[in-house]
């Protein structure tokens, strides 16, 4: 969705406690969040709860972050690498793409400026109203889907390309159904291009500051991070997989890992997002960007 990392101000990528700065208290308040808990979470509570709070948080979100996203601009993370720049979806004019997750989209209206059909789908009313919105600004309208990215309302075969910019990936229950959908929708030979928090972090608290350098959670551990309201109900559901679970559920959906991009941090660059600071980008790498190709069918 580019919203990139949904490092929303809580935890969005990792989970422990961010700076309460960077918190958008309102949608905790909206939703009653009360506590943080590691526990199971099946993917319809993770769907309801996700869609509840990326509409709860999405005034504030684009508030807080919308200049530094742009509206028509690709932003891959935190970091700051612009497709522009990197090229890793590659020639897309007079091709169809998909951005899974894509927020209020400005990265599906970039790719309608290089001469792309572009898609965006996202689970988030509030995210898509908002790219609507920016559609009309800018005069660069898209189509924009509401969906889960576990069950995408899309033909089989229909895109060249598939991307997403710290959208769905990380608040699915089952990142192989989600994969396994974009092979579904991706022509043989089409590029599926992802960028996640990078798993090394899920063992760092989530603070941008000298605490968030300190390993306090296991990194085997992929219990789901989990904020609850009082009862004990999900307001937001984050899960960490390690780098080998997405190179596995890649490969069982007919994806070739072509290449693994842990974008540096760049100098001169000082913005905070969450978890993301130079202090950390300066040790230990926050995005990890999996790049890869359905496979030919023989």
């Given at each position: ?85 990197a090229?890793?979806l ?18 599906t209206?970039?790719l309608h ?9 996202d ?27 576990e ?7 229909s895109?060249?390309?598939?991307c ?22 991706l ?15 899920w ?8 605490t ?41 959906a007919?994806?070739?890992?072509t ?7 760049p100098?001169?660059h ?10 950390r980008g300066?040790l ?15």
């Amino acid at each position: 969705m580019v919203t990139p990392p949904p490092p929303t101000p809580r935890t969005p990528p990792t989970p422990q406690t961010a700076p309460a700065a960077d918190r958008h208290e309102r949608a905790e308040q909206r939703l009653h969040t009360a506590g943080v808990a590691y526990r199971p979470v099946d993917s319809a509570e993770a769907a309801s709860a996700n869609l509840a709070w990326w509409d709860a948080d999405a005034d504030d979100y684009h508030a807080t972050h919308g200049e530094f996203l742009g509206e028509s601009d690709f932003r891959w993370c935190p970091e700051g690498l612009l497709e522009a720049d990197a090229r890793l979806l590659g020639e897309v004019r007079d091709t169809d793409v998909l951005e899974v997750g894509c927020g209020s989209a400005p990265c599906t209206r970039w790719l309608h400026t290089q001469g792309a059909r572009a898609v965006g789908v996202d689970l988030s009313g509030g995210m898509l109203r908002h790219g609507l919105a920016a559609g009309e600004r800018t005069g660069i309208r898209v189509p924009l889907v509401q969906a889960n990215a576990e069950r995408l309302p899309l033909a089989g075969d229909s895109f060249d390309t598939a991307c997403s910019a710290f959208g769905a990936v990380p608040f699915v229950a089952s990142v192989e159904t989600l994969f396994a959908e974009v092979a579904r929708v991706l022509r043989p030979g089409g590029r599926w291009v992802f960028a996640v928090t990078h798993p090394m972090r899920w063992i760092f608290p989530d603070d941008p500051g000298p605490t968030g350098l300190t390993a306090t959670q296991p990194y085997f551990d992929r219990t789901p991070y989990v904020e609850v309201d009082a009862d004990g109900r999900a307001t937001y559901v984050e899960y960490h997989r390690t780098m080998g679970d997405y190179v596995r559920a890649l490969a069982a959906a007919g994806f070739r890992l072509t290449d693994l991009i842990e974008p540096e941090w760049p100098e001169g660059h000082t913005r905070t997002w969450g978890q993301w600071s130079p202090l950390r980008g300066k040790l230990f790498p926050g995005t990890a960007i999996f790049h890869t190709v359905k496979e030919r069918q023989t």
